[in-house]
C-alpha cells in the first residue's frame, strides 16, 4: 500500500481532534493512543515549562533587557534608622540566566515539536489502520534505526551545558560595557552595542590590536612552516637508507613530546634567561660579554619563541611524516632512480609532494592551533616584553593571550570578548578558504 | 660510491645525534636539577656539585606545597575523565560516522565552528556555571569540564571510522543485528589502536593542563592538580627557592607519561597518522 506522508501541518488541518489537541496539551495523542509514558512524559514537560516560565522565566527575560535596574550602595532603613548595604542586581549573573532561559525555551519549542511529530506519525497509523508501536518496540528502535539519540543525547547535553551556553554568554558580553569600570556585584554594565567593535577596529585599542594581528599572524604561518619543513627533514634523515638505529633516534624525539609543555617551556624559559644558563655559560667562556635578550628584546624574542616552538612541533611532524613515508609507493621511485633522477629531485618532485598532499589538512589545523597557541606564547615569555605602545600587551603577544590578559589582569572582558569573535572570525575564514582549495586539489588529483 | 655512500651516512649520523642531543639535553637538564643540592633557579654549570634526594623528599614533607595529595588529585581526575571521555567521544565519532540521521552534516558543520572559538574565551562563563551548581573548587567540576570537551573532539576518531568497510555493517545488518550490536560486537573489536589512542590522549590531559584547572580550582591548593601545583610553586616569590623541588616534581609527573608514551607508541602513531590523512 502507498502511504504518504503527512507533514505536521498537514496533520494538524486534516487530523482528528485528538491531534489537534496535542497542539495544546501536549501528550494527549499519546496517551488516547496508549503510549502512556511518552505522553505522561510530554505532559510533564509542558506543565514543568510553564510553571517555572511564569514563576522565573518572565522575569529573567526581562532582566536580560535591562541587565539589572538596582546598583549596589547603602540603602536608608526606615524601621532600623540606618543605612543598610542593599545588594542590588549582578548583571552579569542576570545576563548568564537570561541566555540560559533562552535555551530552556529552544529546548522546550524543541520538545513541543518532536510532541506534534509524534502525534502526526500516529495519525499517519491511524490512518492506514497500522498498529501502534508498544513501550518495548519504542525502546528497541533505540538501538537500531534511533541508536543516534541514545548514544548522543548525553554528550550533546554536555555540549549545549558547557560550550554552547558560555559561549552565546561571551558572544553577549562583547556587546556590553563589562570591563574594568563595571565590575558587577559592585557595579551594573549595560548594552551598548557595537561599541567596543569599534573600539577595537578603528578606536584606541586599534593601535594594540592591529599589531597584534600582524604578529599573530606571522607567527601561526611561521611556526606552521618551519615545524612541517624540519620535521620532514628530520624524518628524511632518519628513515634514510642504511641507518641504523631509527629506533632509537624516534624514541628519543618522541620522548620531548611525552613531557608536559609547562614543564619544558619553563625550563626552556630559565635557560634562555638573562642570568639563565646559556646565558652565563657563553659569557664564562667569553663568547659575549653581554647575556643575549633571548626573552627581553621584543625582536629576539619573537625569534626565540618561533625556535623554541620548532622544538615542539618538529617531532610530531616527525612521527606523522614517517608514517606517510613507510606506506609510499616504493616503484615510482625506483623507477625514477633508474631513469637517472637524484635524491634531491625524487624527494622534491615525488617524495615532498605526496607527503604535503596527505597532510594538507592536518597543517590547516596545525595553522589554526597555532593561531590559538596559548602554551608557548604564554609560558615562554609571557607575550612580554612588555611595550608601552600597547594596551595591557607585550610584543609576543597573541591575540589570543592578550584575551587572557584581559580577562584575568584587565578584567575587560568585553574587549576580550570581542577579541574572541575576531580570532573566530580569523579561523574561520582561513578554514574555509583552506579546506576549498584541498578539495579542489583533491578532486584534481 | 661506496666510499661516497659512506660519508654520507656519517654526516647523517652526525646530524642526527646532534638534534637529538639538542633534543634530550634540555629534560636531561631537568632530571640532573631534581638531583642538586645547592644554588636556586640560575646557575652556570650543567651537572650538579653535589647530589641529594632532599627534593623528593621536600615534595611530600611540606605542608604548603602537598604534591602527594595533588598527584592522586590527578590521578584520579585522569583515570575518571579518561574513561567518560573515551566512551563519550568514541560514541559521538562513531555515531557522526555510521549511522545516517537528519542532523548528521548540520551537526558536523556545527562542531566544527563551536571548535573554532578559542577554548579559553568561555573559561569565566564555566566558571560561573560550575558556581550556580554549586561545583567550584571540586575535582568533580574538573572531570565535568574535561569530559563535556571530549564530546567535540572526535574528528579523528571519526577519521579512523570511516576507513573500516561499510560492507562488514551491511553483511551483519542481513543477519538481522542491530545497530547496537553492529557497534558492539563488530567496529568495537575493530577499534583498538583508536581507542587506545584516545584514551592515552585523555589520559595525559589533566597531567598538562593548567589554565582551566587554574581557573577552576581557584586558591584551593588542597585540590590542585600536579600542572597548577608546580606553575604555582614557579611563579610564586619562593619560585628561586623551589626550583629543584619543581624540577624533582616535574620528572615525577614526566616519568609515568614517557613509559606510556613509549609502551603505547604503535597506537600513538597510528592515531596520530589517521588523524593526518582523514583530517
Redo the contacts between chains.
Keep these: 500500500m502507498q502511504t504518504q506522508k503527512l507533514s505536521v501541518r498537514e496533520a494538524l488541518k486534516v487530523g482528528d481532534w485528538r491531534m489537534k489537541l496535542s497542539a495544546i496539551i501536549m501528550g494527549t495523542s499519546q496517551l488516547l493512543h496508549g503510549q502512556i509514558l511518552k505522553g505522561l512524559w510530554f505532559l510533564a514537560v509542558e506543565i514543568s515549562f510553564f510553571t517555572w516560565f511564569f514563576a522565573r522565566g518572565i522575569k529573567s527575560l526581562q532582566s536580560l533587557i535591562t541587565l539589572g535596574t538596582h546598583k549596589q550602595g547603602f540603602v536608608f532603613d526606615k524601621k532600623l534608622g540606618i543605612n543598610v548595604l542593599h545588594q542590588g542586581d549582578n548583571s ?2 542576570l545576563l ?1 540566566f537570561g541566555v540560559a532561559t533562552i535555551l530552556v525555551v529552544v529546548i522546550f519549542f524543541y520538545q513541543y515539536w518532536v510532541n506534534l511529530k509524534s502525534a502526526r506519525k500516529l495519525q499517519e497509523l491511524d490512518l492506514y489502520h497500522k498498529s501502534i508501536p508498544t513501550l518495548k518496540e519504542d525502546l ?1 528502535a533505540l ?3 534511533k ?2 539519540i ?3 543525547s ?3 547535553a ?2 549545549v ?7 552565546i ?2 558572544i553577549s558580553i562583547a556587546f556590553t560595557n563589562y570591563d574594568h569600570n563595571h565590575l558587577p556585584p559592585k557595579n551594573l554594565f549595560s548594552w551598548v552595542g557595537f561599541e567596543n567593535l569599534g573600539n577595537v577596529l578603528g578606536g584606541d585599542v586599534a593601535s594594540t590590536f592591529f599589531p597584534l594581528l600582524g604578529w599573530t599572524i606571522v607567527w601561526a604561518i611561521m611556526a606552521t612552516v618551519t615545524s612541517f619543513l624540519f620535521g620532514v627533514l ?1 624524518a628524511m ?2 628513515n ?1 637508507k ?2 641504523k638505529g631509527k629506533k632509537v ?1 624516534r ?14 617551556l ?3 624559559n ?2 634562555l ?1 638573562d ?3 646559556v646565558n ?2 657563553l659569557m ?1 667562556w667569553h663568547v659575549i660579554s653581554h647575556p643575549l635578550p633571548f626573552l627581553t628584546d621584543g625582536t629576539w624574542a619573537k625569534v626565540t619563541v618561533i625556535i623554541v616552538n620548532m ?1 615542539i612541533g618538529i ?2 611532524t616527525m ?2 611524516t ?3 613515508l613507510q606506506n609510499l609507493n616504493q616503484d615510482q621511485i625506483e623507477a625514477a632512480e633508474i631513469d637517472g633522477a637524484n635524491k634531491f629531485q625524487i624527494f622534491r618532485d615525488l617524495t615532498f609532494p605526496q607527503i604535503l598532499f ?5 597543517l ?2 596545525q595553522f ?1 592551533g597555532n593561531i ?1 597557541n ?1 602554551n608557548v606564547i604564554f609560558l615562554l615569555t609571557g607575550g612580554g616584553p612588555m611595550n608601552s605602545d600597547y594596551y595591557n600587551a607585550g610584543d609576543t603577544d597573541l591575540l ?1 593571550t592578550w ?2 590578559k584581559l ?1 584575568i589582569d584587565a578584567a575587560d ?1 568585553n574587549l ?2 570581542v577579541i ?1 569573535i575576531l ?2 572570525t580569523l ?2 575564514v582561513f ?1 574555509l578558504f583552506a579546506y576549498k582549495r584541498v578539495n579542489k586539489m583533491n578532486n584534481l588529483g | 660510491m661506496k666510499n661516497k ?1 659512506k660519508r654520507t ?1 656519517m654526516i ?2 652526525t ?2 645525534t646532534l ?2 642531543v ?3 639535553l ?2 636531561i ?2 632530571v640532573l636539577t631534581s638531583f642538586r643540592s645547592e644554588g636556586g ?6 651537572i650538579p656539585h653535589h647530589f641529594t634526594l632532599d627534593n623528593y623528599k621536600m615534595l611530600f614533607t611540606n605542608s604548603t606545597y602537598p604534591f602527594g595529595r595533588w598527584f592522586m588529585n590527578t590521578l584520579i581526575v585522569a583515570v575518571v575523565s579518561a574513561t567518560l571521555s573515551t566512551f ?1 567521544t568514541v ?2 565519532a ?2 557522526l560516522s555510521r ?1 545516517k ?1 537528519r542532523w ?1 552534516g548540520r551537526f558536523l558543520q556545527g562542531a ?3 571548535n ?11 566558571y ?2 560550575l558556581k ?1 551548581i554549586g561545583l567550584t573548587q571540586s575535582l568533580v567540576a574538573l572531570i ?2 574535561y ?6 573532539g572526535f574528528y579523528v576518531q571519526k577519521g579512523f571510522f570511516d576507513t573500516i568497510p561499510i560492507s562488514l555493517d551491511e553483511s551483519a545488518m542481513l543477519d538481522g543485528a ?4 553492529i ?1 558492539r560486537t563488530i567496529t568495537l573489536p575493530l577499534s583498538k589502536p583508536i581507542i587506545v589512542y584516545t584514551t592515552l590522549m585523555a589520559f ?1 590531559g589533566p ?2 593542563d ?2 582551566f584547572a587554574r581557573v577552576i580550582m581557584g586558591d584551593n591548593i588542597q585540590n590542585y592538580t600536579v ?1 597548577i601545583g ?2 604555582t610553586m ?1 611563579t610564586r616569590e619562593s619560585a628561586n627557592s623551589l ?1 629543584m623541588a ?1 624540577a624533582a616534581g ?1 620528572v615525577l ?2 616519568v609515568p ?2 613509559i ?3 609502551a603505547l ?1 604503535r597506537f ?3 592515531g ?2 589517521s ?5
Design positions: 552579569m549573573l548568564l528497541s538501538l537500531d534505526s541508536l543516534h541514545l548514544l548522543m548525553v554528550p550533546v554536555g555540549v551545558a558547557f560550550t554552547i551556553l558560555p559561549l554568554y561571551m628530520l634523515l632518519i634514510a642504511g641507518i633516534y624514541t628519543l624525539f618522541i620522548l620531548t613530546m611525552a613531557v608536559p609543555q609547562f614543564i619544558t619553563l625550563i626552556m630559565n635557560l634567561n642570568s639563565g644558563m652565563t655559560m664564562n622544538w617531532p610530531a612521527l606523522v614517517t608514517g606517510i596527505v597532510m594538507a589538512p592536518s590547516i589545523q589554526i590559538n596559548f589570543v584575551l587572557y580577562t572582558y576580550a570578548s574572541g580570532i573566530f579561523s574561520a578554514s | 655512500n651516512r647523517v649520523y646530524i642526527l638534534l637529538a639538542v633534543w634530550v634540555p629534560i637538564w631537568i633557579m640560575f646557575v652556570d654549570y650543567f563519550i560514541v559521538m562513531y555515531s549511522l540521521f548528521r566544527l565552528v563551536l573554532m572559538f578559542p577554548g579559553f574565551m568561555s573559561m569565566i562563563a564555566i560561573y556555571i550556580a565535568l569540564v569530559v563535556a570537551g571530549a564530546a567535540l542491530t545497530k547496537w550490536d557497534f595525559t597531567w598538562m593548567f589554565i600542572a608546580l606553575y614557579m626550583f619543581f616535574s609527573i614526566a607519561i614517557i606510556l608514551f613509549i607508541q600513538f602513531v597510528e596520530m597518522t588523524g593526518a590523512v582523514k583530517g
